[in-house]
């Protein structure tokens, strides 16, 4: 992570008994993460101090006001600065104090972030879950004197669970946006995933230029160079008609390659479908360059294309010395053009670079890091198969965020349970997540005991013992079985068995959660707001083992299996939870 950092507190108040004489200046024509930051700014200076500062526009501020600059000010001009791409990429901030004024300020998403930091900084701001905040209570609060900058180690970052991903759900992207990750997969691109039938549509083109397409018609034939023009002069409508930082030229979502006499030839000529796929992306990538210079040259824009199925293995060669090279120049990728690399059959308990696990992927990164020194990642935390078990990838988060992050990667979304909510300790693993990929030099174990001691408070140290024992069950499970466990793979139903889980095991851990729900008890009577809201968090948790004792040892309760199938269901729909699985499926036994 690029960070400058100096902060000394001075003299000058910035709250005092729910008093400020702060206010927010923003531009006279705010982007819309500039309103978002001056918004974010007051929900946590209320929450502080329970006074919000004033918002106005620039040419409304009066000079001898106390004034937050937020964004890309006439103001900040006159200070000598202009974000830029290169330098700020677009979560990047910076927070001058000058006199007494403050300036917040970044490409895009560095605004409300640089928000985030000064709160943090002033108000002891910090964001753990949409119903767990933190602020250090204060009688007053005194202005810092700050020079903060601040950019994250992957530059783009995305959660593909429920609750980040899902924008049309209420909350969704502004919680998203409070962890520090502020996109999905979808609201900063043009186009994304498998796209070249969305830029040159079958229904349209296909009856006229069969030739544009495959034999079977499952792609675009890419050696094509009629084909190509029409494909680059479609995506330039597309473009002006989109707003977004990313397009994804991407190939369709099958196993298939165009097996044209011309195509045949030039996968044999350099033994690679990827070295046609990366030919033909890079000549896209230099039109839209040289057309967007001359159309709108301040609009970054990357292109992306997809290593996926038939183009997964990189165009590379062994030089000999036993160096990874590009197997030529011309599948070198264009500095504006990305490649998206799906990691495959990857066993997410061990690391990417693990030859013995994890081969196939480990040679994939490694080359493809030779070809493009732009990747974007599209990886997984869930199994898709069942979200109920606690997936295994609790060790390898953070080496293999900072494994891609050495590989060169600037953009990844790491897809879980996104059509659900599960009780698999998701709040934690969005906190870790999205804290890693903003600064992969924070200490695991310090951040994990934080979140515990935060979002669970009293019940911290049992539902750390419980999260705990799920971990040394897996590591017990691999020692027992080997690489043939694959405990941390993403797409296996193959762990709703009694080998796995001894009910002595699952019999203990309900013992370590009665244990959390008697100490709630307690609370019950001395302190009634907080048993409000830790009750459905250990509920929730507490899911996770039900599920398997119903489904692994069912027949052991006989005539109340029923009921307790019943009760299950019912205490999962009141945590939001509608499904079991990636197929929406939410049968128990």
């Given at each position: ?355 013995t696990y994890n081969r196939v992927v480990a040679e994939n990164f490694e080359g493809w890091s030779v070809v493009s020194k732009n990747l974007h990642v599209w990886t997984y935390c869930a199994n ?206």
């Open positions: 992570m690029v960070k400058e950092y100096r902060v000394k507190e001075t003299n000058v108040v910035l709250e005092e008994n729910g008093k400020t004489d702060f206010i927010a200046v923003l531009p006279d024509h705010p982007d819309e993460y500039e309103k978002f930051a001056a918004s974010e700014l007051c929900w946590i200076f209320g929450l502080a101090a329970n006074v919000q500062p004033q918002v106005v526009a620039e040419s409304e501020s009066k000079a001898k006001s106390r004034r937050i600059f937020l964004g890309k000010t006439e103001a900040l001009k006159k200070l000598g600065e202009k974000p830029t791409f290169e330098e700020f990429c677009y979560d990047g901030y910076k927070i001058r104090t000058v006199g007494e004024d403050v300036y917040i300020f970044g490409l895009q998403r560095g605004t409300y972030f640089g928000v985030y930091e000064f709160c943090r900084i002033h108000f002891g701001y910090r964001y753990y879950a949409k119903t767990e905040v933190h602020i250090d209570q204060a009688e007053r609060y005194m202005l810092h004197d700050v020079s903060v900058f601040e950019k994250p180690d992957i530059a783009a970052r995305s959660l593909g669970y429920w609750s980040t991903f899902k924008f049309d759900a209420p909350g969704n992207e502004v919680h998203a946006a409070r962890l520090k990750l502020g996109r999905n997969l979808y609201t900063d691109w043009v186009l994304s995933a498998h796209t070249y039938f969305l830029i040159l549509p079958k229904e349209k083109y296909f009856a006229d230029h069969p030739d544009w397409y495959s034999p079977d018609g499952n792609n675009l034939c890419l050696t094509n160079e009629e084909m190509t023009a029409a494909f680059i002069e479609s995506l330039k409508e597309i473009i002006k008609k989109t707003p977004g930082n990313y397009v994804m030229i991407g190939q369709e979502d099958n196993f298939g390659f165009c097996d044209c006499p011309r195509c045949r030839a030039a996968i044999e000529k350099s033994g690679s479908p990827s070295a046609v796929m990366m030919r033909f992306s890079n000549k896209v990538a230099r039109a839209i360059r040289t057309w967007l210079k001359e159309t709108d040259p301040d609009r970054p824009l990357t292109v992306v294309t997809f290593a996926y199925n038939a183009t997964s293995r990189p165009p590379v060669r062994t030089d000999e010395h036993g160096k990874l090279m590009p197997i030529s120049d011309d599948v070198v990728a264009e500095d504006n053009l990305a490649v998206m690399v799906v990691p495959f059959s990857c066993v997410y308990s061990k690391a990417y670079n693990d030859k898709f198969d069942n979200y109920m078990i606690n997936f295994n990838n609790w060790s390898t988060m953070k080496k293999n965020y900072s494994i891609l992050r050495d590989y060169g990667v600037s953009f990844i979304f790491d897809q879980g349970s996104h059509n659900t909510p599960t009780p698999c300790f998701e709040e934690l693993r969005q906190f870790l997540q999205a804290g890693f990929m903003w600064n992969l030099e924070q200490d695991e174990e310090k951040l994990t005991d934080e979140f515990f001691n935060e979002y669970y408070k009293d019940i911290a140290p049992h539902m750390k013992h419980y999260w705990q024992l799920f971990r040394d069950r897996w590591d017990f499970i691999e020692s027992a079985y080997g690489e043939g466990a694959r405990t941390g793979a993403g797409d296996s139903s193959y762990w709703n068995l009694a080998q796995f889980w001894p009910k002595e095991f699952l019999s203990y851990c309900m013992i370590v959660l009665n244990e959390a729900r008697g100490k709630l008890e307690l609370l019950r009577v001395k302190e009634w707001d907080k048993y409000v809201l830790l009750r459905p968090r250990l509920l929730k948790d507490s899911l996770s083992v039900r599920f398997i004792l119903l489904n692994v040892y069912g027949n052991d309760y006989g005539s109340e299996l029923a009921r307790k199938v019943d009760q299950f269901k019912k205490d999962c729909a009141a945590c939001g939870i509608t499904a079991f699985n990636e197929g929406d499926f939410m049968g128990v036994c």
